[in-house]
């Protein structure tokens, strides 16, 4: 029962992890090109 738990709790942070990843690259990717079409106008 603990292997089940450490494995459901490894899992959580691992999405936990990619979601905030994710989130991150997202949010960076849209103020770059925010800032790129500032730059070219």
């Known amino acids: ?3 089940l738990g450490s494995v459901l709790g490894f899992a959580m942070l691992v999405s936990f992890l990619l979601t905030t990843g994710l989130l991150t690259v997202i949010t960076g990717g849209a ?8 730059r070219s106008n």
């Open 1 to 3: 029962m603990s292997l």
């Open 31 to 38: 103020v770059a090109y925010a800032a790129m079409q500032n």
